[in-house]
């Protein structure tokens, strides 16, 4: 089992850079495949990235690979997400989950077992 905090959201301008961090309890956190997930107000939750137990392969939306790189360091049992570039439409919550999922399926909410509170992302334009 493992617990999820989010930290590292906030208001910024178009253009800006922002970079989460998702810090996780417990002993196996280095055996969980993490992603990211955000939710807008009135849309649906939707894949943002995801990255492998050993970080050895990541995987992202459309929408954000380019700006947005995932990473995490197990040693201090915690993940990032540092946004580059953002975008009004990248204004969202933030949240982070842990799936024991294969990494194959790991861009699908349903497949991750454990959730963060979430972080509020606002990109001014």
């Known amino acids: 089992q493992v617990q999820l905090v989010e930290s590292g959201g906030g208001l910024v301008q178009a253009g800006d850079s922002l970079r989460l961090s998702c810090a996780a309890s417990?002993?196996?956190?280095?055996?969980?495949?993490m992603g990211w997930f955000r939710q807008a107000p009135g849309k649906e939750r939707e894949f943002v990235a995801c990255i492998h137990w050993g970080g050895v392969s990541t995987n992202y939306a459309s929408s954000v690979k380019g700006r947005f790189t995932i990473s995490r360091d197990n040693a201090k049992n915690t993940l990032y997400l540092q946004m580059n570039s953002l975008k009004p439409e990248d204004t969202a919550v933030y949240s982070c989950?842990?799936?024991?999922?294969?990494?194959?399926?790991?861009?699908?909410?349903?497949?991750?077992?454990?959730w963060g509170q979430g972080t509020q992302v606002t990109v001014s334009s």
């Open positions: 989950a842990a799936s024991s999922v294969p990494f194959s399926g790991t861009q699908y909410a349903h497949n991750y077992g454990y």
């Open positions: 417990g002993r196996t956190f280095s055996t969980y495949t």
